[in-house]
């Protein structure tokens, strides 16, 4: 079955994770990935930030680390050196066609190549180019590199997460690089659309911290509401009460109370019904003014509970409750086999014969993702894909 974006070829300059994160979603889609990789690095960066590494048959590393796989399935790998005329020139052909090219150097990083957005759309007016940087191309920061701390410590999103008198935490993963990736692939489709209707292709410029900054959402806009800084909530929320992580007897529960009626019935659970009708907490904004007080009187009550019987006490009552999962319990779920988010791709250089991943969480009826390519080895396929464009493998400098 043909994918959503089957014909669509897109020449892949990027490399770490925003970037990739994108063309590895049009590769689901259906998209035929090229990605360029420097001879002179071995590749992507990512190649080598591990351990872990996957282990080939005879249980030597690889150079398929966990971090270059989580973004990089789907595509073909081809090692050019743009910085030799051959490799300018095997881009330019295969800019030629493609129908989109995505690259993630600092401004203007490209042009001495001849490679930036200027050059190939005037060549290629058709060309969707989206253009990733750490802080877009125009404003006093445009030259400033640009890596998912700094989006998330300059975006201000550092500044909301961790413990009320902690110190500011980043987000466990490269939140701010994904999150960009996901934009970049939102504004690659609607420029894909709008060439499809009228032949004109166009220049996305896109910047990591922008993007970081888009989803700050009701907090970023509760501050230019009042003008008052945000304050650090760990794992309570500034609006909600109660909506938190509590301790159990035996490990941690979440629970969610969203309305009035959920948190009567989380009273009547707690065998305390009182609470509910006791005006100081009866409503929202009640809890949130005596939101301390609350919160000992919960805990007391949750501390002495196993987790088991709190999430089926709530569960029975349609109050929102959920454990706080490990990632080995979380992938040993009835739920994420039932719903495809672990998945495994063969390749039979490889330990095992194959590579585990997490699954696209897309699941589309007519057109469904694909999992066609695992992630690629370095270079392997620039002899292939270089012939079926009609172009010389030796043409490349790859070395």
């Known amino acids: 079955m043909a994918g959503a974006l089957d014909g669509v070829k897109v020449l892949d300059l990027s490399r770490i994770l925003a970037g990739p994160t994108c063309t590895q979603l ?206 650090r909530q760990g794992n309570e929320h500034a609006t909600i009460v109660p909506y938190q992580t509590f301790e159990a007897a035996d490990g941690h529960v979440l629970i969610a109370v969203g309305n009035d009626s959920q948190y009567a019935r989380f009273c009547d659970y707690l065998g305390r019904p009182d609470l509910a009708e006791n005006p100081d907490y009866a409503t929202n904004p009640a809890r949130i003014q005596n939101r301390s007080k609350l919160l000992k009187i919960i805990e007391g009550l949750l501390a002495e509970r196993s987790m088991a019987d709190i999430i089926a006490g709530l569960e029975a009552r349609k109050v929102p409750v959920g454990p706080v999962n490990t990632l080995g319990q979380l992938f040993a779920t009835d739920q994420v086999a039932a719903r495809g988010m672990k998945i495994d791709m063969a390749r039979d250089d490889v330990a095992g014969g194959a590579v585990p991943l997490i699954g696209n969480p897309l699941k589309l009826s007519k057109t469904p993702v694909t999992y066609r390519h695992a992630p690629p080895r370095f270079g392997q396929d620039t002899a292939d894909v270089l012939a079926a464009l009609g172009l010389l493998p030796d043409s490349n400098d790859a070395g």
């Open 26 to 231: 049009l590769g689901d889609l259906g998209a035929e990935v090229w990605k360029i990789e420097n001879p002179a690095s071995d590749g992507d960066d990512t190649r080598k930030w591990g351990p872990p590494f996957v282990e080939d048959p005879d249980g030597a590393r690889t150079d398929l680390s966990a971090y270059f796989m989580c973004a990089n399935r789907n595509k073909r790998s081809i090692a050019v050196d743009i910085a030799t005329p051959g490799g300018q020139a095997t881009i330019r052909a295969m800019a030629a066609e493609a129908d989109v090219v995505i690259e993630n150097f600092k401004p203007d990083g490209l042009k001495k190549y001849g490679l930036d957005h200027a050059s190939l759309l005037m060549a290629h007016p058709r060309l969707v180019y989206c253009s990733i940087s750490g802080y877009g191309q125009t404003g006093p920061n445009r030259d400033k590199p640009g890596y998912d701390l700094m989006a998330q410590g300059f975006g201000g999103i550092m500044s909301l997460t961790g413990e009320p008198e902690g110190r500011p935490m980043k987000v466990a993963v490269g939140i701010a690089d994904v999150m960009c990736g996901m934009y970049a692939t939102v504004g690659i489709l609607a420029a894909l659309r709008h060439r499809d209707a009228t032949g004109e292709g166009q220049h996305i410029d896109l910047a990591l911290v922008d993007s970081q900054i888009s989803w700050l959402i009701n907090e970023g806009v509760a501050h230019l509401v009042t003008g008052k800084e945000r304050k």
